[in-house]
């Protein structure tokens, strides 16, 4: 199974969202008027009639700004500042006022109104004082998401731990492809990660604030399947008493992680394909289809392509979620990880198990390297528990349930091996060639010609 060649590049711009004027005011005339004097000057505009409408429209981040009337029927303009105030603290909110209601400009002001307007207002003055709210209100956003976007490559990288090119370019497509809404299919060995890296792009996304849902489909019943993710009404099978959201509708506006998909039964497979293709999802018993709104990413460490082939899974469910595809290397393929994964790993045991996080040997060390790690990194992290337990160091004495893939010949295994060890001491040393030759005993110059052949950074 090949990766989709779709990549996006840390600093790329973002598409700027077309900002609307979200324009609150019960006469029909003025909202009219106030539509016809914006749409003439290109400004996106919706309009409402009551608070109450236009809190359903707007919240956090909305991409936009308010002009609301002071007096409204039902709660007035003043309870609508304050709720859209609570809601989103920068959001610039323009307030409509009465002729001589001066005092009440200024108590609107005072509870962090952008501005006010007083009738009769000509189309110029709405014009001009909504394009400075805009403006404020684009740079905010634009503020809003570079944090958003340094804090998510912080947190990612903190999360992938590794410094070799394949975690690199993981890292990038996960950052690229966060704010989309394309399915993803994750594709790796038992052992590297897969709901990890289903949960980064979670995180990466505008969904992080809703759920992140994860279903084992290798670990459901089938009878229980179809209750469990579609849900069901009361009374749709014996022991049914009330009804049941399945996990499809409790991802709503979230994502919905479905691991070892290759293990969903068959009829569950059209059902699921129904629910990407139409958005809709029906519970047991129940007629009724409800929208639903879920990123779909799914992970697998079968050859889709090849169980569909033979009828094993279904042709167009693999397509559906084979929009891009992540593929995760194996652990024996970035060994020059190794070190740091096992650090990581010693620190966090020895915070649970209160114990001393004590380095391994240059002996123990030079095992874990030559090692094949079948079980990846989830294998290693095992061991390092392990380490920390005073157990020894020593992996492949817990067992494991699969046979380590074929020795590689002797001069790449010694390449592979040298290329960690050297990777390792310029991360310890910061890059500095001089310390990091001293570390291993060898020449700067040596280090230097092998740093170029391996092409690793300094």
């Known amino acids: ?31 009219l008027g106030c539509e016809q004097a914006l749409r003439l000057e290109g400004i996106a505009t919706r309009a409402v009639g009551s ?8 919240d956090a981040g909305y991409a936009g700004i308010v002009v609301s009337d002071i007096n409204l029927p039902g709660s007035d303009g003043m309870a609508l500042l304050r709720e859209l105030a609570s809601r989103d603290a920068a959001l610039p909110v323009i307030m409509i006022t009465g002729h001589g209601d001066i005092t009440l400009a200024v108590q609107a002001m005072k509870q962090g109104a952008y501005d006010f307007i007083e009738k009769p207002f000509s189309p110029e003055r709405l014009v001009a004082t909504c394009r400075r709210a805009l403006e404020k209100r684009r740079l905010a956003l634009e503020v809003a998401d570079l944090r958003a976007r340094l804090a998510g490559q912080e947190s990612l990288s903190a999360r992938l731990i590794g410094h070799s090119p394949a975690i690199e370019r993981l890292r990038q497509m996960i950052t690229g492809l966060g704010n989309t809404t394309a ?36 670990g459901l019943p089938e009878q229980l399947f179809e209750s469990e993710i579609f849900g069901h009404e ?11 959201i399945g996990k499809i509708e409790h991802a709503e506006g979230g994502t919905l992680f479905l691991d070892e998909i290759e293990s969903m039964p068959m ?80 620190a966090q045991a020895a915070l649970r198990f209160e114990r001393e996080a004590i380095p391994p040997t240059p002996a123990e060390m030079a095992g874990l390297m030559a090692y094949p790690w079948p079980g990846n990194v989830r294998e ?10 005073g157990l020894g160091c020593r992996p492949g004495e ?46 700067k110059t040596t280090l230097f010609d092998k740093v170029r052949k391996y092409g690793l950074s300094s």
């Open 1 to 31: 199974m090949s990766a989709n060649p779709i990549e996006a590049p840390l600093d790329a711009e973002a598409t700027s969202p077309v900002l609307t004027v979200l324009i609150v005011e019960d006469d029909a005339d003025v909202r």
């Open 51 to 58: 608070a109450e409408a236009a809190l359903r429209e707007v």
């Open 183 to 218: 399915s993803v299919l994750i594709h790796g060995e038992t052992g590297t990660g897969k709901e990890l890296v289903a949960r980064c792009l979670h995180e990466a996304s505008a969904r992080r604030a809703r759920h992140f849902v994860p279903i084992n489909c290798g």
């Open 234 to 244: 009361a009374g749709a099978f014996t022991g049914a008493a009330k009804r049941r």
């Open 267 to 346: 009829q569950m497979q059209i059902k699921l394909l129904r629910v990407l293709q139409e958005r809709v999802v029906e519970r047991l018993g129940s007629n009724q289809a409800v929208q639903v709104n879920a990123r779909v990413v799914a992970a697998t460490k079968a050859d889709l392509r090849a169980a569909a082939d033979v009828g094993q899974f279904r042709a167009d469910l693999y397509y559906r979620l084979n929009v891009v595809t992540l593929e995760l290397p194996p652990l024996r393929e970035r060994r020059e990880d190794i070190p740091l994964l096992f650090e990581h790993f010693v």
């Open 380 to 389: 290693l992290r095992n061991l390092a528990e392990r380490h920390v337990l």
């Open 398 to 443: 817990g067992g494991h349930d699969m046979a380590p893939p074929a020795a590689l010949p002797l001069a790449q295994a010694v390449e592979q091996f040298e290329r960690a060890l050297i990777a390792d001491a310029l991360r310890r040393h910061d890059g500095n060639l001089t310390r990091a030759g001293e570390s291993l005993g060898i020449a």
